[in-house]
């Protein structure tokens, strides 16, 4: 079985799903703190969107054929399984410890996309491939996401 670009978002969409039920319980854990539910459920939407936008890209890649060598995808399979042990609620108190939490959350899914594409060069023409052209553009909306958090947190 050859492995694809498809492969990728599959496994950033288990990793999306887990983050989006980490906000839902802090979201429950919290419901007498309205200002963190209500954070809490803007990072649900958020996260909500992320899948549909991952879902979208499994679909332009459809009809892709380029492959993933086994040894890669299967260093990258580790990569995405141990990141998503990583997954429990945190303790939160305010607002502040949400947003602090996200932000440090979404740093570190970055750092793994960033791992996960290095991987996947081999050589100068892999950087044309659709599978690392998208883990950029993840990557991008990820490191946007970060500085609206930044910004929200500064205010």
């Known amino acids: 079985m050859a492995y694809t670009g498809i492969d990728l978002i599959k496994k950033a969409i288990i990793i999306a799903k887990k ?25 649900v939407r958020n996260v909500k969107k992320n899948i549909e ?9 459809e009809n892709d054929d380029e492959t993933i060598d086994f040894d890669t995808y299967d260093k990258i399979s580790s990569l995405f399984n141990k990141f998503s042990r990583r997954f429990e609620n945190p303790d939160i108190r305010n607002m502040e410890d949400v947003l602090e939490f996200s932000l440090s959350f979404e740093r570190q899914v970055v750092a793994l996309y960033v791992d996960i594409q290095g991987r996947l060069v081999k050589n100068a023409e892999d950087t044309e491939k659709k599978a690392y052209k998208i883990l950029s553009s993840i990557i991008e909306d990820k490191k946007n996401h970060i500085k609206n958090l930044q910004m929200y947190i500064k205010k």
């Open 19 to 43: 983050r989006c039920e980490v906000y839902k319980n802090i979201s429950k854990a919290m419901e007498k703190n309205l200002k963190v539910r209500i954070v809490a459920n803007i990072l």
């Open 53 to 61: 936008h991952y879902e979208k890209l499994k679909i332009q890649l």
